[in-house]
């Protein structure tokens, strides 16, 4: 079940540091967060 609330000025501190995190995840390793192709040719499904 998921639970949703108002986001409160007390919870900033934890919302930066998630948005760091994920940042610093992305510039270690980019290629990680690519999404990939259904024909696994490297190109999109839909031929673009």
Excluded at 11 to 38: C, E, I, N, T
């Amino acid at each position: 079940m998921v639970t949703l609330r108002v986001l409160t000025p007390e919870d900033w501190p934890l919302w930066r540091a998630l948005r760091l995190a994920a940042l610093a995840a992305l510039a270690d390793a980019p290629d990680a967060f690519k999404v990939r192709s259904r024909t696994g040719r490297g190109r999109p499904a839909h031929g673009c």
